[in-house]
């Protein structure tokens, strides 16, 4: 039987109305919207492309939103400064730094610059441990693994008790995603293993999952056979691996693939997020959903 797609286009609308409801009830209580900062440094395609949609989506949603696109040869100071008159601006809730920065910015002083309280991202060293002392408890998730726990509850996966193999170790996706299933709780309390590139069989780790995760950057790394037959297939993975024209507006587009063979996974796999339109939209609703959740918690 083919597995069941789940569709982060589909399930991103019920979250960006719920997240539109929520910006009017708080804009009754307050008299203001959320409102959230992007700052882009520098013209990374996928980052610029990742941005605009975040910008389109908070417009949506009726957020107030600023844009500071930068050049890529500004200092680390004047970054932090940019970075703390928005900390100190009562109407910005969320400040978001697209990753990744310029080779002469020290990322991680740009996170910790970043008050807690508006790190909508879940960045910030204090808002990574809250992740991992209190779960789905914590004030904010960061968006990505937010929205696979999203994906997964509202198709109704088993995750409790389950074996989760998560193939990848990065701070935006692979610790947390690993860290958020391990907790007690709704949609958790799994057995999570973590498999990365010093792992000696990776295929034989990801036969064993029951949720499988991969989030590697490698396109096509997972092949049918190291899919458990029924299993649920996470794909994170955003490649971009050419170019072609769009049929709607002629113009030039990226062809994007994920880390796992999607068609041949199909026939195996009970679940699979397809790439584009699997776990990309559910990143960017969430993010619209810590906003709102940033603005409450300073708010209310
Ligand atoms: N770069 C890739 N993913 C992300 C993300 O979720 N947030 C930010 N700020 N940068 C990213």
């Known amino acids: 039987m083919a597995a069941e797609i789940i569709r982060g286009t589909e399930l991103r609308e019920t979250i960006l109305d719920e997240v539109a409801e929520g910006v009017k009830t708080l804009k009754e209580k307050t008299g203001r919207p959320p409102g959230l900062v992007t700052i882009l440094v520098g013209e990374n395609p996928a980052s610029l492309s990742y941005v605009s949609l975040k910008i389109k989506t908070a417009h949506r949603v009726g957020f107030k939103e600023v844009q500071e696109n930068i050049a890529e040869d500004v200092s680390e100071a004047d970054l932090l400064a940019l970075i703390e008159q928005y900390n100190r601006d009562d ?7 697209q990753l990744p920065l310029p080779k002469h910015i020290d990322e991680s002083r740009v996170i910790d610059a970043i008050d807690p309280a508006k790190d909508v991202d ?7 441990g809250r992740l991992m002392l209190e779960g789905s408890s ?6 990505t693994p937010a929205g696979i726990q999203e994906m997964l509850v509202r198709a109704g996966v088993p995750v409790a008790g389950a074996e989760v ?3 990848g170790r990065s701070n935006i996706v692979g610790k947390p995603i690993a860290n958020l299933l391990l ?28 949720v499988l995760i991969v989030a ?27 170019e072609r024209v769009s049929e709607k507006t002629g113009k ?6 994920g880390d796992v063979d999607y068609d ?27 906003t709102l959740k940033a603005m409450e918690l300073r708010t209310l």
């Open 165 to 167: 193999v998560v193939v």
């Open 122 to 128: 879940a960045f910030h060293p204090v808002n990574v």
């Open 183 to 210: 907790q007690k709780g709704r949609a958790a309390n799994a057995t999570v293993t973590v498999v990365h590139t010093g792992t000696k069989d990776l295929a034989s780790h990801c036969r064993r999952a029951d």
């Open 216 to 242: 590697a950057g490698v396109p096509n790394l997972v092949h049918p056979e190291w899919i458990k037959p029924g299993a649920c297939v996470i794909d994170v993975g955003v490649n971009r691996v050419g």
């Open 138 to 143: 914590a004030p904010f998730i960061p968006c």
């Open 91 to 97: 109407t910005i809730d969320g400040i978001l730094v």
């Open 264 to 290: 041949a996974a199909l026939g195996v796999a009970g679940w699979i997020t397809p790439v584009p339109g699997g776990v990309g939209p559910m990143t960017i609703a969430m993010l619209m959903k810590n």
């Open 252 to 257: 030039t587009v990226a062809v994007l693939r």
